[in-house]
């Protein structure tokens, strides 16, 4: 699998994770809102179908777009594309258009109380339904041609002129001019936004110290202006990203992958963080989202957490499962295993230990079953989830740095390391394993412990929900998590390193396949392959640990901080089957048909990604 893909795949793979459960989770509480109020404010109406628009967005095409990227494709027919690409496309331009309604509604609620302004106040409201069906049947209208000129992706790969090519379905227009009915549309919305922002802007600055002058609800009513100025903003800003990329696809007939890749990632963005600056700036739904509401209700964290660790379980555990089988399977028929399958194999089996682990018990516990746990059973479960969790960590670097030692040249140097590394891997392994459970036995072990009937944490404390990981002071916490970080960092550091010296000479014999040494072509496809994994990992790294070390200096760490760096460390465990799957030819044939097992076994380890000569998009 190619770089490009790589990253596209993790992209857009990041983007549905936070996307379709923080639209439908929000969605869902507007709904909960409106039964129990038996009315819904305007502005949070306008809210409402820009989540059910971002919503649309991010699933017809954030998932198309992740497994195009590894590799499935194509997905589609001629009618099917159709279908999906008209929600997708009226998704965006609502998400574009309500964005411009809310600023411009928010407009005239902060407005002054002149006569012109007057008379909007008292018409604008009782009009925003037929504001948003007008919106509808516009964007309805203006998507027709795409509509007509909608197919799926053709067989053969060949692209013609003048296309949209989302590489799971095309658009084939007749001549470029085609394009203009979009760019106009999206302009002027823009533009009003922007205008009515910057009037907002500018009534928020002069009644700064007299929020009294403020017209509607007082500091209410700033309060959701500044919501809606962020909203504003951050959208404005994204597509300020796009329409750069997309101005230069209107000049050129052929457009590079990666032109296309970046404009789509940039187009889904909004869709997908929106939901997260709703909830961050809206009062009502901050407070539902924090928990049970005080009937009892779910809240939007618990039903997100919920959403999002059975998610990764479905995805997870039977993923895990069945590649841990297929390579049992692939070694009783071949009576051997290759060294990269070997170590994948472990890869498997720890992720398999996190996802049941962590996965379960956190699913569980965001649907109110808790506590879980004895006292013994909190020991076993975070023992076998942190050794599980560390060696996925050094296994994945594990298998960068090995690949690192196949693709180098035929140095001295080299040379011994390619004749001592295969045949020392169990004992690597076995030395991996000793290592990670001296380092999490003192807080697995000796701190763990139930999670308390009343509720009460102590300071200095992990607070996993279903389990507590009590550390007797400030030192043995902070001690512990220095360990923790020493450990993490040192080996993603060196897979990083490894992966980089592994991309410098794929570059160095991108033309030269057979400079690379081991099994030429199938030794630079297995190195695409282990840089997707290493890729996926560190990303997820980051965002993991960023909010770890917040952690380290706090004595009582909030349950969203919790859940977000548990979610992040269990993606890699739950996705990573699926790269596995889609790089490994021999796997993917095998998953194909039960039949072909014996030709998949005479198959290189990694397929090459297919991709198009011509991508824009929108």
């Known amino acids: 699998m190619e770089v490009?893909?790589?990253?596209?795949?993790?992209?857009?793979?990041?983007?549905?994770?936070?996307?379709?459960?923080?639209?439908?989770?929000?969605?869902?509480?507007?709904?909960?809102?409106?039964?129990?109020?038996?009315?819904?404010?305007?502005?949070?109406?306008?809210?409402?179908?820009?989540?059910?628009?971002?919503?649309?967005?991010?699933?017809?095409?954030?998932?198309?777009?992740?497994?195009?990227?590894?590799g499935i494709r194509p997905l589609f027919s001629n009618r099917v594309c159709k279908t999906i690409l008209n929600a997708y496309r009226v998704g965006r331009a609502m998400s574009i258009t309500l964005t411009s309604l809310l600023?411009?509604?928010?407009?005239?609620?902060?407005?002054?109380?002149?006569?012109?302004?007057?008379?909007?106040?008292?018409?604008?409201?009782?009009?925003?339904?037929?504001?948003?069906?007008?919106?509808?049947?516009?964007?309805?209208?203006?998507?027709?041609g795409g509509f007509l000129f909608a197919k799926a992706f053709p067989a053969n790969g060949t692209i013609p002129e003048f296309i949209i090519n989302l590489e799971f379905c095309i658009i084939a227009f007749p001549d470029p001019m085609a394009y203009v009915a979009y760019i106009v549309r999206d302009f002027t919305f823009v533009g009003l936004m922007s205008a009515a922002a910057v009037y907002?802007?500018?009534?928020?600055?002069?009644?700064?110290?007299q929020v009294q002058g403020l017209q509607g609800a007082g500091r209410k009513a700033e309060e959701a202006s500044r919501a809606v100025l962020l909203l504003v903003s951050t959208y404005v800003l994204l597509f300020g990203l796009d329409n750069v990329?997309?101005?230069?696809?209107?000049?050129?007939?052929?457009?590079?992958?990666?032109?296309?890749?970046?404009?789509?990632?940039?187009?889904?963005?909004?869709?997908?963080?929106?939901?997260?600056?709703?909830?961050?700036?809206?009062?009502?739904?901050?407070?539902?989202?924090?928990?049970?509401?005080?009937?009892?209700?779910?809240?939007?964290?618990?039903?997100?957490?919920?959403?999002?660790?059975?998610?990764?379980?479905?995805?997870?555990?039977?993923?895990?499962?069945?590649?841990?089988?297929?390579?049992?399977?692939?070694?009783?028929?071949?009576?051997h295993m290759p060294h990269n399958e070997f170590i994948l194999s472990q890869l498997v089996f720890a992720n398999l230990m996190v996802t049941l682990c962590r996965g379960i018990p956190q699913a569980l516990t965001a649907l109110g079953i808790d506590p879980l746990f004895s006292h013994r059973a909190c020991k076993t479960v975070i023992l076998a989830y942190r050794v599980g969790r560390a060696m996925s960590i050094t296994i994945t670097s594990l298998l960068s740095s090995y690949q690192c030692v196949v693709i180098a040249p035929p140095t001295p140097g080299w040379t011994w390391l390619k004749r001592r590394v295969p045949s020392h891997l169990p004992h690597a392994i076995v030395f991996l394993y000793g290592l990670n459970i001296l380092v999490v036995y003192p807080a697995a072990i000796l701190f763990t412990e139930a999670f308390p009937p009343n509720?009460?944490?102590?300071?200095?404390?992990?607070?996993?929900?279903?389990?507590?990981?009590?550390?007797?002071?400030?030192?043995?916490?902070?001690?512990?998590?220095?360990?923790?970080?020493?450990?993490?960092?040192?080996?993603?550091?060196?897979?990083?390193?490894?992966?980089?010296?592994?991309?410098?000479?794929?570059?160095?014999?991108?033309?030269?396949?057979?400079?690379?040494?081991?099994?030429?072509?199938?030794?630079?496809?297995?190195?695409?392959?282990?840089?997707?994994l290493v890729s996926t990992y560190v990303v997820l790294f980051g965002l993991d640990n960023v909010l770890w070390f917040y952690t380290l200096f706090v004595s009582r760490v909030h349950p969203t901080v919790s859940d977000t760096r548990v979610f992040f460390a269990s993606c890699y465990s739950a996705i990573s089957p699926v790269l596995i799957i889609a790089t490994n030819r021999k796997l993917a044939?095998?998953?194909?048909?039960?039949?072909?097992?014996?030709?998949?076994?005479?198959v290189p380890s990694s397929v090459e990604s297919n991709t198009s000569r011509v991508a824009p998009t929108q």
């Open 4 to 70: 490009r893909l790589a990253l596209k795949a993790a992209g857009f793979i990041g983007l549905d994770v936070v996307g379709i459960p923080g639209n439908l989770g929000v969605l869902l509480l507007f709904c909960h809102l409106f039964l129990a109020q038996g009315h819904m404010p305007h502005n949070e109406f306008i809210l409402s179908q820009l989540v059910f628009a971002n919503l649309m967005v991010t699933v017809c095409r954030g998932i198309p777009q992740a497994l195009t990227a590894l």
């Open 245 to 335: 990329l997309w101005f230069y696809t209107l000049f050129v007939s052929r457009v590079h992958p990666v032109i296309s890749d970046t404009r789509a990632f940039f187009t889904c963005c909004y869709s997908a963080i929106s939901p997260v600056l709703i909830i961050g700036t809206n009062k009502k739904l901050k407070r539902k989202s924090l928990g049970y509401g005080p009937e009892g209700q779910m809240g939007v964290r618990l039903a997100l957490k919920a959403a999002g660790f059975i998610g990764l379980d479905v995805v997870g555990i039977p993923g895990n499962l069945a590649v841990l089988l297929l390579f049992c399977h692939l070694f009783l028929a071949q009576g």
């Open 103 to 144: 600023s411009s509604y928010q407009c005239v609620v902060i407005a002054p109380p002149t006569p012109g302004w007057t008379w909007l106040k008292r018409w604008v409201p009782g009009h925003l339904p037929h504001a948003i069906v007008f919106l509808y049947g516009l964007n309805m209208i203006t998507y027709t």
């Open 200 to 209: 907002v802007m500018l009534v928020l600055h002069r009644h700064r110290r």
């Open 455 to 532: 509720s009460t944490i102590p300071e200095f404390t992990l607070n996993l929900e279903f389990c507590i990981v009590v550390f007797p002071g400030l030192m043995a916490y902070v001690v512990s998590g220095v360990v923790y970080i020493i450990r993490d960092f040192t080996f993603v550091g060196l897979m990083a390193a490894a992966a980089v010296y592994v991309m410098l000479v794929l570059h160095r014999h991108r033309k030269q396949v057979q400079g690379l040494q081991g099994a030429g072509r199938k030794t630079e496809e297995a190195s695409r392959a282990v840089l997707l």
């Open 589 to 602: 044939t095998c998953f194909r048909c039960g039949s072909k097992r014996k030709a998949a076994e005479n």
